[in-house]
């Protein structure tokens, strides 16, 4: 058996970002996918989009379950801690880590079989308890590992690599997750990298449950004519809702300028944004809006990509269940045994 192995050397001259570290830094194991997966892009985003973020790597805490999606965190950030779970239950470990220890970000990488058949509750109530998250689905409506049956996201009438046309209506997770209250709702497709590296850098800044829904075509299985998630029927049906570029917060930026015409405007870093404001009717922050349009564009069989929806004031869980500051692997004794006095005066509240 052969072992394929990063060197440890790298050039002299890798770009830093503002903590010291290369693109290198944040990458991990070679992966062993099939040759063009689509997952292996979304790896690369996710490590893009850390580095471009400065984020200490040991911040980081990546989870996933069981499939070809759930093999990917392997790939990326080797520095951070990892919990590879069971199939479908990625969303309750990711839930009791984030109230074990609020101060790490959570990255969940899960796959359209593991969080739209066997993980499907645990999938709802994880977004709809608002756990401070990004979550991102690996879509490619088919089990890879199983060599191609369609998944619980494959279209209705897609056809698969030997022919079989797709009787069932698919599963809708960004429909779900509009409808579980996620504050941050997003698709993507793993061919647009610009696109999805800032949608990731957008998620992870969010406060509360953000989704992302990335289309990832499987190249051993579902990358012919036929099928409605290949490269080509996506790069052919994608409508893109808006044109993103992250931004962290700083001291607010203010233009005023009619519709219709043009301004520079000055950013932070010295640069210049030349900016023309259009008549555009999508709303973002329109929840029932958002999901509206997605069905239209659905009935139309065009694919929706972008941010489709965003809470502009988020609560996630920890702040909505009013958990101690302190993360709850750091508490002692004790702050975790109150004592027979106390816990008798709550027995007692409870009869």
Partial sequence: MTYIVKPKLHHPKLPHNKLGFTHRDYEGKVSTL??????DSISAALIQACFELDLPPHRIAKLSGIGCSSKT??????QSHGFN????????????????????????????????SIGLGQFAHCLRRGVNMVYIVENNGVYGLTKGQFSATADKGSKSKRGASNQDSPIDLVGMAFLMGASFVARSFSGDKKQLVELIKA???HRGAAFIDCISPC???????GSTKSFDYVREHNEAVNSL????????????????TSALVRQHDGTFLNLKKLAADYDPTDRNGALAFLQRHQAAGEIVTGLLFVEPEPEDMVARLNVTKTPLN?????ELCPGSAIL??????LR
């Fill in 203 to 205: 998620a992870i800044a």
């Fill in 330 to 334: 750091r508490l002692g004794e004790a």
């Fill in 245 to 260: 570029e992250f931004m962290e917060a700083k001291q607010e930026i203010k233009a005023d300028y009619a519709p219709g």
């Fill in 344 to 349: 008798e005066k709550i027995n007692a509240e």
């Fill in 73 to 78: 965190p392997d790939y990326f950030l080797g």
């Fill in 219 to 225: 190249v051993a299985f579902n990358n012919h004519p």
């Fill in 85 to 116: 779970s069971v199939h479908g239950r990625m969303p309750s470990v990711m839930t009791g880590a984030n109230l074990a220890n609020r101060d790490l970000i959570y990255l969940g990488v899960s796959g359209d079989g593991d969080s739209a």
């Fill in 34 to 39: 099939c040759a063009g997966c689509g997952h």
